[in-house]
């Protein structure tokens, strides 16, 4: 059970919130060199130290709370099944939302990005 649980969790770190914030870090230093891309970077270029510093803080923040908030969606929604491994995820995790947090989370265990509890 456990092991389900933790294949699902270190996928998602990896693939999800580890790319996603990877993704926004190369956005905001240029290294992306698409359009909209170039765009932010150059809004960001006109912040301050202090701003810039604020905009990396918040951006592991907001990727968290929307994986929190798809977590707990997929466990508020019975006609929802997320099944890995042929088994429900919802129904072998006493909270999936949870499951991100603390030093046992998935977080911690599993990302290779940034992170501070808030």
Known sequence: ????????????????RDRTIRGFDMRITGKMRDESSQKLFEQVQKMNNEERQLIEKMIPQIVDLSIHNMLYMIEEHEDIDVQVKKQNISDIS??????LYTEDGWIQRFTKQRYEEI
């Open 94 to 99: 006493d909270g999936l939302a949870g499951e």
């Open 1 to 16: 059970m456990d092991d389900v649980l933790s294949y699902f969790g270190a996928t998602l770190i990896n693939e999800v």
